[in-house]
Structures are given as structure tokens and as C-alpha cells.
């Protein structure tokens, strides 16, 4: 088949791809770290919730699993089982804040004062960059094939 009407990527492309996925799985786990240190809870603007000791470590549990996904593709070693975990990861914590959105500031509760703070929107932010990432990894990883 000829490659000029092959509808492959070309080879700066899928480099293009891979390097955008690298920044932005580390940018995911910079933001889900950053997250762990900021308050997510805020009642009634007087007081401001930060996790304990355990959320800590879950928040960059999976803060390193970005990490190391970005590691991954940055060695060439990416594979169909990072693609599938990427996807497990970001289904996860995408789950985690919608959750928190939800029972924090989605019911329409004025008289609580209980809203999502700064941590909830960095956490979302670092899952949207993860999200992103795994689609341009999924789109490398289809390109390989």
C-alpha cells in the first residue's frame, strides 16, 4: 500500500503524541500531589478540611501511578496492559471526585455551607490531564498496532 495514502500518522506525529502523553501523566501526578496538600473541604468558609495521613497516601498512590505511566511511555515500554491500567486509574479517580462534586457541592444545600475546596479542583484537574493522556496513548498505542 502506498504510505502517502495510508491513513497512519506519520512518525513526528506519533513522537508529537508520545511527548504531549509524557507531560501530561507527569502533569496528572503533579496535580493529584499538589492536590494532597491543599484543603478539600470547606465549611462555611471558616473552616477548611484537609485529608488525614490515609487520603494522603491514596491521593499519591495515584499520583505515582501517573508518574510511572509517564515513565513508561518516556522509556519506550509502553504496552496494551499501561493502556488498560491508564484507563482503570482514570475511571477510579474520576469516580473519586465526582463523588466528592457530589457529596460535597452538587445537592444544592446552601444551608450546610459544605462545598468542595482548592484539593477537590486540583484532583479534577490532575484526572483530566490523565484522561487526556490516555487518549493520546491509546491513539499511540493504535498507531503501532
Known amino acids: 500500500m502506498d504510505r502517502s495514502m495510508s ?10 503524541r508520545r511527548l504531549l502523553a ?3 501523566f507527569f ?3 503533579g496535580a493529584l500531589v499538589v492536590s494532597a496538600a491543599l484543603p478539600w473541604v470547606n ?4 473552616i477548611s478540611v484537609h485529608l488525614s495521613g490515609g487520603g494522603i497516601l491514596y491521593v499519591l ?8 505511566a509517564g515513565y513508561r511511555i518516556r522509556q519506550r515500554l509502553e504496552n496494551r496492559t499501561l ?12 469516580i473519586n471526585v465526582i463523588v466528592l462534586f457530589a457529596t460535597f457541592g ?9 462545598s468542595p475546596s ?25 498507531s503501532a498496532g
Open 7 to 16: 491513513s497512519d500518522p506519520s512518525t513526528p506525529e506519533l513522537a508529537r
Open 22 to 24: 509524557i507531560r501530561l
Open 27 to 29: 502533569g496528572a501526578g
Open 43 to 46: 465549611a462555611g468558609g471558616l
Open 61 to 68: 498512590l495515584f499520583a505515582a501511578a501517573y508518574a510511572g
Open 83 to 94: 493502556l488498560i491500567g491508564a484507563w482503570v486509574v482514570d475511571a477510579w479517580m474520576a
Open 106 to 114: 452538587g445537592q444544592g444545600d446552601q444551608t450546610s455551607g459544605v
Open 118 to 142: 482548592i484539593g477537590v479542583f486540583a484532583a479534577g484537574a490532575g484526572v483530566v490531564a490523565g484522561i487526556v493522556a490516555t487518549v493520546h496513548l491509546q491513539r499511540i498505542h493504535g
